[in-house]
């Protein structure tokens, strides 16, 4: 079991510039989860996924930002005209299923907006 | 969800057994506590979690309180790879939100 991918690991982009970050869950999860780290900010929940269907994306910003999950085994969080004040590591996760499972992080990807 | 109050740092030496308080006074009734560790440049992963009765695994021991109001996570004999910052979660398991809600956490600085 390789846990949960993410790639790119690191990500270096332009101002104004788009970037797609990629998560693949672990096999036969149906749970994908998507957070935000900074320093600042700390670790922030985004949006989720349940058996692909979006459920809850209370912590997605409501413009530049969307996520999706087009089939099992992977899942993307596109940030349009990216901001410096987006630079942070992207977190996905991935659980059995929503409920009392624990969940399973990956190691992040670290997006740098310039 | 309920909030939770942790020491911002705490310090041990390899060998001890450490005891991470977690204050949770107005969980609800139906909200598990979740305990997850984080270490520099990786994801957060999960140590243990439990609803009433103490919990114990490989990783640590989970004991709380008779009321719930608190807990403690043990751990046993720790290492250098220990060292890591420590969050308590409160989470309702079915009919609530799935996510994740993390603090501040605790620090663990573990000596040789």
């Known amino acids: ?32 989860f998507w957070y935000r780290q900074t320093i600042v900010q700390g670790l922030e929940f985004l949006t989720y996924f349940r ?7 209370s912590g997605m910003p409501k413009e530049r930002f969307s996520a999706q999950m087009p089939n099992q085994s992977h899942s993307t969080l596109k940030i349009q005209s990216t901001q410096p004040q987006d630079s942070a590591v992207y977190l996905c996760a991935s659980s059995r299923d929503w409920g009392g499972y624990e969940q399973y992080f990956g190691p992040g990807t670290r997006l740098t907006v310039l | 969800d309920a ?15 450490v005891h991470l308080p977690c204050s949770h006074a107005t969980i609800s009734g139906n909200e598990y506590i979740y305990w997850y560790r984080q270490v520099p440049l990786q994801g957060p992963e999960y140590v243990t979690h439990g ?3 103490n919990t114990t695994n490989s990783m640590a021991f989970l004991a709380i309180a008779s009321d ?12 250098l790879r220990d060292a890591a910052v420590y969050h308590c979660i409160l989470r309702v ?19 040789s």
């Open chain 2, 68 to 79: 719930r109001k608190s807990s403690t996570l043990i751990l046993p004999h720790v290492s």
């Open chain 1, 1 to 32: 079991n390789a846990g949960v991918i993410q790639t790119p690991r690191h990500k270096v982009t332009g101002k104004g510039q788009e970037a797609t970050l990629w998560c693949e869950p672990i096999s036969g999860h149906s749970a994908v």
């Open chain 1, 51 to 57: 058996n692909q269907a979006p459920i809850d994306d």
């Open chain 2, 51 to 53: 609803l009433q009765q």
């Open chain 2, 93 to 111: 398991s079915q009919g609530g939100s799935a996510k994740l809600i993390f603090g501040e956490g605790t620090k663990l600085t573990v000596s």
């Open chain 2, 3 to 17: 909030k939770t109050t942790q020491p911002d740092s705490m310090e041990s030496t390899e060998g001890e057994t």
